[in-house]
């Protein structure tokens, strides 16, 4: 175990770039704060690289039999310097990117992201897209980051239980479609009642950008819209709120 208390220390500055979206693309990896994150990455095989934790706390005993995982102590400074929190945990790890891993003969739920920009959307997204038993969850069209650290904090933990895509949006419909995998859209307009839509093993949802929506173009594509009923004074739901109602309804009880 190595004790690193200089920021000035290389692999400190690597650990700092990894705030940035850039250098999470470059090198396929992201930080992760907190207790209970890593202890849901650690489940995850092959996810884990480097363990990291500030040296003034009490050691913990993560069990851990890999021997390619990398393990530090670090000054109180570093982990300032490296959490983009205000009050910082202590404990971070370098994690992998799962890799693509979406298999239409095993997967049948799937949830997609139409321009979704704010982190703690996209996390409470992926939490209860989780919670609700979807397998895929992809952000396309102008979504935001799914490894920003909000959004690693929104999830809870869903990251490593679920896969996360990326891409042209109109490409995985196309794909969803040619296996035959109901595609639902959200409209407020020209759309029908959620609750009209019986529960299925099997479907795609898609929800949109929290100003404008599920774009035209997608729309027109699904098989069916749905909307849900605004009863108050309110003009719509928070996208996150919206995708939970839908996904509960539109998941089959077990």
Same mark, same amino acid.
């Given at each position: 175990?190595?004790?690193?208390?200089?920021?000035?220390?290389?692999?400190?500055?690597?650990?700092?770039?990894?705030?940035?979206?850039?250098?999470?693309?470059?090198?396929?990896?992201?930080?992760?704060?907190?207790? =209970? @994150?890593?202890? $849901?990455?650690?489940?995850?095989?092959?996810?884990? &690289?480097?363990?990291? !934790?500030? *040296?003034?706390?009490?050691?913990?005993?993560?069990?851990?039999?890999?021997?390619?995982?990398?393990?530090?102590?670090?000054?109180?400074?570093?982990?300032?310097?490296?959490?983009?929190?205000?009050?910082?945990?202590?404990?971070?790890a370098v994690c992998?990117?799962?890799?693509?891993?979406?298999?239409?003969?095993?997967?049948?739920?799937?949830?997609?992201?139409?321009?979704?920009?704010?982190?703690?959307?996209?996390?409470?997204?992926?939490?209860?897209?989780?919670?609700?038993?979807?397998?895929?969850?992809?952000?396309?069209?102008?979504?935001?980051d799914v490894y920003?650290?909000?959004?690693?904090?929104?999830?809870?933990?869903?990251?490593? =239980? @679920?896969?996360? $895509?990326?891409?042209?949006?109109?490409?995985?419909? &196309?794909?969803?479609? !040619?296996? *035959?995998?109901?595609?639902?859209?959200?409209?407020?307009?020209?759309?029908?009642?959620?609750?009209?839509?019986?529960?299925?093993?099997?479907?795609?949802?898609?929800?949109?950008?929290?100003?404008?929506?599920?774009?035209?173009?997608?729309?027109?594509?699904?098989?069916?819209?749905?909307?849900?009923?605004?009863?108050?004074?309110?003009?719509?739901?928070?996208?996150?709120?919206?995708?939970?109602?839908?996904?509960?309804?539109?998941?089959?009880?077990?």
């Amino acid at each position: 175990m190595e004790y690193i208390q200089s920021t000035k220390n290389e692999r400190v500055k690597l650990w700092k770039k990894l705030l940035l979206k850039k250098y999470r693309d470059q090198t396929d990896t992201y930080l992760i704060e907190g207790e =209970h @994150l890593i202890i $849901e990455a650690l489940k995850t095989n092959e996810v884990v &690289e480097v363990m990291i !934790q500030e *040296d003034k706390m009490a050691p913990k005993d993560w069990s851990l039999n890999d021997e390619e995982i990398s393990v530090f102590t670090i000054s109180k400074e570093i982990s300032q310097h490296i959490s983009d929190t205000k009050s910082p945990q202590g404990i971070f790890a370098v994690c992998k990117k799962r890799k693509a891993g979406v298999d239409f003969t095993k997967h049948s739920r799937f949830l997609l992201l139409d321009g979704v920009q704010d982190p703690g959307n996209i996390g409470t997204i992926i939490r209860t897209a989780d919670a609700a038993g979807v397998e895929v969850v992809i952000l396309a069209n102008g979504s935001g980051d799914v490894y920003n650290p909000k959004v690693i904090r929104s999830a809870q933990g869903s990251h490593f =239980h @679920l896969f996360l $895509e990326s891409g042209d949006l109109l490409h995985w419909l &196309e794909k969803i479609k !040619q296996h *035959d995998i109901p595609l639902y859209g959200t409209a407020l307009e020209g759309g029908d009642d959620f609750r009209k839509v019986a529960p299925t093993d099997s479907f795609a949802l898609v929800v949109g950008n929290e100003g404008a929506g599920v774009s035209r173009e997608v729309l027109e594509k699904t098989d069916q819209n749905l909307y849900i009923p605004i009863y108050g004074q309110s003009e719509s739901l928070n996208v996150s709120i919206a995708a939970g109602i839908l996904l509960y309804h539109l998941r089959k009880q077990i």
